[in-house]
């Protein structure tokens, strides 16, 4: 072992009369750790957040998304053909996609109407967040009585966000009717365009964008009811791995050239995603103040152990210890205070995430989308932590080392 290390693990046990030297290293080392804790907990529940927040919105985003430069574009199979060749693209489906209101005999509503491929395995995710009915429902017509009569009729089926169906204050199996906003000529005047629907499912993404005002239908219902004939809005990517959409995006961008618009959920939801990394950077710097604050009593712990070691010092250097081997002593002491205080507060901030993703805690449903604290760990943003609470403590002893490799043994001994 060598000399400098040896000596700074013999000053970390301070003798009787050093006890407030022993106190304020307790205090330095228990101030990293509180810090390393506190940012390594944050940094798993804002990348829980985020996460559950991504996962939510891709089961009604799809990963790359390919449109015309108008508001509709001709349906071609070669075109979906040619996505579903090109690697890591594991679904390619049309869709369709336009504003319209929905009225029940309760209430009336503005929503966000979108027509897909009511075949299971589709290219959003979304089935997940329902609550009942399922996908396939909406590619076949069901029976809905018409009136106190007992008439029936048959009607293609709806999906609604809870919220939505309780604003119209309407359940699965009752009708809807689906109005235009683009009117029809007649020789009248102008007259809305009314079809009636089935609400056959309900979704629930915890989210009151989508839950209030978003409705599905299938493809061929939605292309008859905005007069599309085989026209769609774009075409929905899936990809095999979302990590890779802007690289799959960037080849199907290459592959259909300059005629369509191509983008990956990144680009779609970009100001939302760069919002929450940049709340992440904050508070990754923000906390980092108290490992810093941690560094401060570092500093004056090992000031104070030079001062009370200026005789010892001397000796090592009349004995032909050098500079760099005195300063070396005290970056040894810093960095066990440091490192101890680093990896004690990471196991405790690992310990705590596993315990909220165990046994959570409670969030109020009516203002947070999820019922519990999500919380997400990865290995590298530990390890992003460890690296920077060292450096931080490695810094910390800079000054006071420096200083004890510059006294003068001559100077330090004169009066003893």
């Given at each position: ?318 004995m032909g210890a050098t500079r760099p081997g005195i300063a070396q002593i005290f ?86």
């Amino acid at each position: 072992m060598p000399y400098a290390l040896f000596i700074g693990l013999r000053y970390l046990r301070a003798k009787r009369r050093e006890g407030f030297i022993s106190l304020i290293t307790a205090i330095a080392t228990a101030g990293v750790a509180i810090g390393v804790m506190t940012l390594n907990i944050v940094l798993g529940v804002m990348t829980g957040f985020e996460e559950d927040l991504r996962d939510r919105i891709l089961g009604f985003t799809p990963h790359v998304l390919v449109t015309g430069y108008g508001t509709s574009m001709a349906d071609d199979p070669a075109l979906e053909a040619t996505l579903r060749a090109l690697p890591g693209v594991v679904v390619a489906a049309p869709y369709v996609q336009g504003q319209a209101m929905l009225s029940s005999a309760a209430n009336v509503a503005g929503i966000m109407l979108r027509g897909v491929d009511p075949a299971p395995g589709g290219a959003l995710d979304f089935a997940r967040h329902l609550r009942a009915g399922r996908i396939e429902d909406l590619a076949v017509k069901h029976e809905v009585t018409r009136d106190a009569s007992g008439a029936t009729v048959m009607l293609p089926g709806i999906i609604l966000g809870k919220e939505l169906a309780r604003q119209l204050d309407v359940q699965v199996g009752d009708p809807v009717n689906l109005v235009s906003p683009v009117a029809i000529p007649t020789a009248i005047g102008a007259v809305p365009k009314v079809k009636r629907f089935a609400v056959v499912g309900l979704f629930e993404a915890g989210m009151v964008e989508y839950d209030s005002a978003l409705a599905y239908i299938g493809l061929a219902d939605a292309q008859r009811f905005f007069d599309l004939d085989r026209a769609v809005s774009g075409v929905e990517v899936r990809t095999d791995d979302l990590d890779h959409a802007d690289a799959v995006g960037a080849a199907i961008a290459r592959a259909v050239g300059f005629s369509y618009q191509v983008r990956s959920w990144r680009e779609i939801n970009y100001n939302l995603f760069s919002a929450i990394k940049l709340e992440k950077t904050v508070y990754f710097v923000v906390l980092l103040l108290i490992v810093l604050v941690a560094a401060f009593n570092i500093v004056a712990t090992l000031v104070m152990v030079v001062m009370e070691k200026r005789k010892d010092i001397a000796v090592l250097k009349s004995m032909g210890a050098t500079r760099p081997g005195i300063a070396q002593i005290f970056i040894y002491k810093g960095l066990v205070i440091g490192g101890v205080g680093t990896v004690v507060g990471s196991a405790a901030g690992l310990a705590v995430c596993e315990l909220l993703g165990t046994y959570g805690i409670p969030l109020p449903k009516d203002v947070f989308y999820v019922s519990t604290v999500p919380v997400k760990i990865y290995p590298e943003y530990f390890a992003l932590v460890v690296g920077v609470s060292l450096a931080i403590c490695l810094l910390a002893t800079l000054y006071p080392a420096r200083q004890a490799s510059r006294l003068v043994p001559v100077e330090a001994i004169r009066y003893d």
